[in-house]
């Protein structure tokens, strides 16, 4: 008696995984298919509608490497906490 009941828990157990894995690949597919789906209608839309992008230049702080006076700076910083 007992071993049936284990033997029909474990096979509803094992049902309800399979059960469950398949509802995920499902899921998964169907997700996949849409991506691919609106990937190909943004590139359509793209090419109706085409967006000018704007390229901005892009200021860079050129730093000295021999800064003398942030050096000695650290060095102050350096000294009066010890």
Do not use: C, H, W, Y
């Not at 704007?54 to 200021?59: G, I, L, M, S, W």
């Amino acid at each position: 008696m007992l071993s049936e009941q284990m033997m029909l828990a474990s096979q509803e157990g094992i049902v309800v995984t399979i059960v469950g894995m398949g509802v995920v690949f499902a899921f998964l597919v169907t997700l996949i298919i849409s991506m691919i789906i609106m990937s190909k209608i943004v590139i359509f839309l793209n090419k109706l509608f085409p967006v000018a992008v704007a390229e901005t230049a892009v200021k860079t702080k050129k730093i000295n490497k021999t800064d003398d006076s942030a050096i000695a700076v650290a060095i102050a910083a350096i000294k009066r906490k010890f």
